[in-house]
């Protein structure tokens, strides 16, 4: 009703200083991947339900949603004259970038992004994109760093792997790190991909040899101190590990997911299909529905009856809620 209200609502300094007072922000819903719209799933009760459509956008033929955090959202245009799209839904802002000319050819294949607001805040992200090159015999993976304060992208760094499969899964923040899944052949053995946003430096980190997870079997999650950590889904329970200091890695648990048997039905189990960073909880999906496994308190919560496969993006922000029409 007041645009001068709404305009102070929605800087991004004034959501910084609120987010500080009050903690995390609520999880308001995820988006799908389900092209071309990516909707968004609302899960409070009202009156703080949040209708679907109010966040929703009409995606420009090749958009993909890759990433969600700190209440933005990113999109990729994989095809050439590649672009990202920064979405703020709460703001309703949107910020297009250029991809780099050097990484914006036939010969790259971009095959990942993230996003997040830096710790300093003041309103403003940063864009990492991740593009392979096949050569000959081997396979080049780039790496580069947008900011929004400059408005610049950072030097490419690389990184050379004999080869590799790209996962569609999101990153993983872990401390200031971006972290993807690979499989590298010719046993597809899972690796960690890590983007160090401080060095912004490329690794390659090698899981357990007993690790050898099937598609949305595995995800990166961190560790109760913050370090990197996995769970491996296998059936009904899930085996978490974590890397300690000298790349080792310990056993550090297990979930029981018998409680989702009966959501099961004939030879399905339970998928990973999200990660929720804020409440450190990783999404399941199962026949009759998805479920919220919180990491640390083992407790299980029914979040949506989609019983069909979607990636989840967890949304997590500070919203001025209104009741539902």
Not at 10 to 26: E, N, S, T
Not at 165 to 177: K, R, V
Request: proline content about 8%; some cysteine.
């Amino acid at each position: 009703v007041c645009k001068r209200w709404r305009s102070l609502a929605a800087d991004p300094q004034f959501r910084r200083r609120f987010r500080d007072h009050h903690g995390k922000p609520p999880f308001l819903g995820f988006f799908l991947e389900d092209y071309p719209s990516s909707p968004f799933v609302p899960i409070l009760d009202r009156p703080d339900r949040i209708p679907g459509a109010r966040f929703s956008m009409t995606l420009n033929k090749g958009n993909r949603i890759v990433d969600c955090r700190h209440g933005l959202v990113l999109f990729i245009r994989r095809r050439p004259r590649r672009r990202l799209l920064v979405w703020d839904p709460v703001a309703r802002d949107q910020r297009r970038l250029i991809v780099p000319p050097e990484l914006d050819n036939d010969q790259m294949l971009m095959f990942n992004g993230a996003v997040l607001r830096p710790a300093s805040g003041q309103g403003h992200f940063q864009v990492a994109l991740i593009a392979h090159a096949r050569l000959s015999n081997h396979t080049r993976v780039f790496a580069c760093l947008y900011s929004s304060e400059t408005g610049i992208w950072s030097k490419i760094n690389s990184l050379q792997l004999q080869s590799y499969m790209a996962m569609p899964e999101p990153s993983t923040l872990i401390g200031n790190s971006f972290c993807w899944l690979l499989k590298v052949p010719p046993d597809l053995q899972d690796v960690i991909l890590e983007f160090d946003l401080d060095r912004q430096s490329l690794t390659v980190t090698e899981l357990p040899p007993q690790v050898k997870a099937r598609p949305f079997k595995l995800r990166i999650v961190p560790t109760e101190d913050g370090g990197l950590g996995i769970i491996h889904l296998s059936t009904f329970q899930g085996q978490l590990w974590k890397r300690e200091p000298g790349s080792v890695w310990v056993h550090d648990g297990a979930i029981e997911f018998e409680e989702l048997r009966s959501a099961c039905k004939g030879d399905r189990y339970p998928l990973i299909v999200g990660f929720s960073e804020d409440s450190n909880a990783i999404l399941v999906q199962t026949n009759s529905g998805v479920f919220m496994v919180y990491l640390r308190s083992m407790e299980f919560k029914k979040i949506s009856n989609m019983g069909d496969f979607h990636l989840h993006y967890p949304f997590a922000c500070f919203y001025p809620g209104a009741p539902d029409a």
